[in-house]
Structures are given as C-alpha cells and as structure tokens.
T-cell receptor, first 114, second 112 residues
Framework: NAGVTQTPKFQVLKTGQSMTLQCAQDMNHNSMYWYRQDPGMGLRLIYY???????DKGEVPNGYNVSRLNKREFSLRLESAAPSQTSVYFC?????????????FGPGTRLTVL | GDSVTQMEGPVTLSEEAFLTINCTYT??????LFWYVQYPGEGLQLLLKATKADDKGSNKGFEATYRKETTSFHLEKGSVQVSDSAVYFCALRGNAGNMLTFGGGTRLMVKP
C-alpha cells in the first residue's frame, strides 16, 4: 500500500494563477481531509469529505474549492492564488466516519505564491 | 472553541537527555488527545493517544498522561535519540466527535 499520496510535491505560482492539488489514498478509507500548515499555527482544516460525493467546509475554506472525485481521490483547487496561500498543504484520510479514528497523512505539497 | 497550546521550540537536547514537551488544552466535555510526529520531509503520523482522563498513551518510548484536572497532555521520553529529531504536534478531538484541533507544533533537535 502506498497510503496517502499527494502531487505535486512542490509548486510555485504567480498571484492570480490557478492550480489543483491532487490527493489519493489506497486504504479504502471513507473520510478525507485537506489541511494547511503555517509556521507556529499547527494544521488548520480547509475542507473535508465524510464520504464519496460529500464535502464540507473546515476552519479556513475561503479561496479554495474541493472535489471528492471518487472514494480514492480528493482534490483541492485554488482558483486565483494569493500570496496568503503560501503554505504546506496536507491531505489526510480516516477509515471510518469523520473524526472517529486515526488520521493518516500524505507527505505534503509545498506551495509558494509570488 | 477548542484550542491547544504547546511550548514553543525549538527544543535542543543532547542524546540520552530527558524530554518534556508541554501541552495544555481548552475544550468542553471530554476530548480525545493525541500526539502526532512529523519527521523531516514527511507527513504527520500518530505517535500516541488517550481517550479518557488518567489514560496513559505510549509508543516508541514516548508517554503522555491525560490530566483532566490540569487540562494537560505533556509528552515525555526518558532518553532521546538523534532519530527523534522531528516536529511534535499535540491535538484534540472534541466531544462532538469531529475535527482535530492542532497545537502550533514543537521542533525537537537532538544532538549526538
């Protein structure tokens, strides 16, 4: 099992550009999450998906959209990137209902917006 | 709302030293408490957890005890190794059973 995979690992964007961060898990998990990690602030939840076809906002959803394409994949889209979105982005998944079990994290995507 | 406060790092120790990383929390009811570890260039992975008061979580020589009276979940290890160098995150899952709330993380550097 590869676990949770994320692409790309690194990305540099100019202000106003768009991009999609990809996440996939091969553990047959039901729930998936997107976080951003900023220095000294821990991880903050952007969006989550309790099951295929459903998505909900987390703590910091503004400027982002998500798609739960199927049970395996959960993508995060920045429609018009801003410097404030410079961060490290982590995808995670859990086997059962949202919040009821250990979260498994991907290796992260380091995004810089100039 | 829920919140987690960790001691700021970095914490620099010599190999075989004793480690304590403080963590306190604010939450209603009886949250579950976690320590996650992030090694360089990797995602977070669960280190240990405790789901009720006075529970002790342990793994890889690390321990933390859920203290409801002091709302704390301090991480300890008796003898650190260079390979323990990483960022450690304290987190809680509230009574509603939903999202994780993370502390800001504490970087540990262990020197040979």
């Amino acid at each position: 099992n590869a676990g949770v995979t994320q692409t790309p690992k690194f990305q540099v964007l100019k202000t106003g550009q768009s991009m999609t961060l990809q996440c996939a898990q091969d553990m047959n998990h039901n729930s998936m999450y997107w976080y951003r990690q900023d220095p000294g602030m821990g991880l903050r939840l952007i969006y989550y998906s309790a099951s295929e076809g459903t998505t909900d906002k987390g703590e910091v959803p503004n400027g982002y959209n998500v798609s739960r394409l199927n049970k395996r994949e959960f993508s995060l889209r920045l429609e018009s990137a801003a410097p404030s979105q410079t961060s490290v982005y982590f995808c995670a998944s859990t086997p059962l209902a949202v919040g009821t079990d250990t979260q498994y994290f991907g290796p992260g995507t380091r995004l810089t917006v100039l | 709302g829920d919140s987690v406060t960790q001691m700021e790092g970095p914490v620099t120790l010599s190999e075989e030293a004793f480690l304590t990383i403080n963590c306190t929390y604010t939450a209603t009811g009886y949250p579950s408490l976690f320590w996650y570890v992030q090694y360089p260039g990797e995602g977070l992975q669960l280190l240990l957890k405790a789901t009720k008061a006075d529970d002790k979580g342990s793994n890889k020589g690390f321990e933390a005890t859920y203290r409801k009276e002091t709302t704390s979940f301090h991480l300890e290890k008796g003898s650190v190794q260079v390979s323990d160098s990483a960022v450690y995150f304290c987190a809680l899952r509230g009574n509603a059973g939903n999202m994780l709330t993370f502390g800001g993380g504490t970087r540990l550097m262990v020197k040979p």
